[in-house]
T-cell receptor, first 112, second 117 residues
């Protein structure tokens, strides 16, 4: 079965510090992976996606993620956190039939 | 870029009433749309796959008679929560598949917050 896990339901970083949000997946087929951000009471915004091209994927707002098959990971990073990055982040996996399953989410807090 | 809208953005209803939520793809046709629900502080859970011109496919544990889905056109899918109860209060999000050649992208709507009193 395909699944997505996110280590750490809540992450706090200082403004200007490195952001690292962890995502691991389980899939028997080459995965399509995504990171989404959700601000309070809003829908989802796509940050970036991995579709089997480059393993290092750059997204919007300075975020990037690296696909590591050996570790079944797709961790999200940003070199320097900004206050506006505080939000909920979801890692997601596209399954067969175009279904997208989401990880449990990680809430990011940025401390001034 | 492609846009998906939802209407209403929020709704409050009395217990026992039915509520209809619309999901529209504004500048593309979508043969496939999805409905998700999200409880506070939780992730999105797929409820069903909406296919234009055919019956929706529901995920395990989702009551099809409770959550009626109609995908009557290539740009519109509706979710009707029948005989709503307070436990149905949630954030409902739809998504639509935009296919261009062999590539496809899934776009999400802004969500509809349902509160059942």
């Amino acid at each position: 079965a395909q699944s997505v896990t996110q280590l750490g339901s809540h992450v706090s970083v200082s403004e200007g510090a490195l952001v690292l949000l962890r995502c691991n997946y389980s899939s028997s087929v080459p995965p399509y992976l995504f990171w989404y951000v959700q601000y309070p009471n809003q829908g989802l915004q796509l940050l970036l996606k991995y579709t089997s091209a480059a393993t290092l994927v750059k997204g919007i707002n300075g975020f990037e993620a690296e696909f590591k098959k050996s570790e079944t990971s797709f961790h999200l990073t940003k070199p320097s956190a900004h206050m506006s990055d505080a939000a909920e982040y979801f890692c997601a996996l596209k399954t067969s039939y175009d279904k997208v399953i989401f990880g449990p989410g990680t809430s990011l807090s940025v401390i001034p | 870029g492609a846009v998906v809208s939802q209407h209403p953005s929020w709704v409050i209803c009395k217990s026992g009433t039915s509520v209809k939520i619309e999901c529209r793809s504004l500048d593309f046709q979508a043969t496939t749309m999805f409905w998700y629900r999200q409880f506070p502080k939780q992730s999105l859970m797929l409820m069903a796959t909406s296919n234009e011109g055919s019956k929706a496919t529901y995920e395990q544990g989702v009551e099809k008679d409770k959550f009626l889905i109609n995908h009557a056109s290539l740009t519109l899918s509706t979710l009707t929560v029948t005989s709503a109860h307070p436990e149905d209060s949630s954030f409902y999000i739809c998504s639509a598949i935009h296919r261009v050649g062999s590539a496809d992208t899934q776009y999400f709507g802004p969500g509809t917050r349902l509160t059942v009193l």
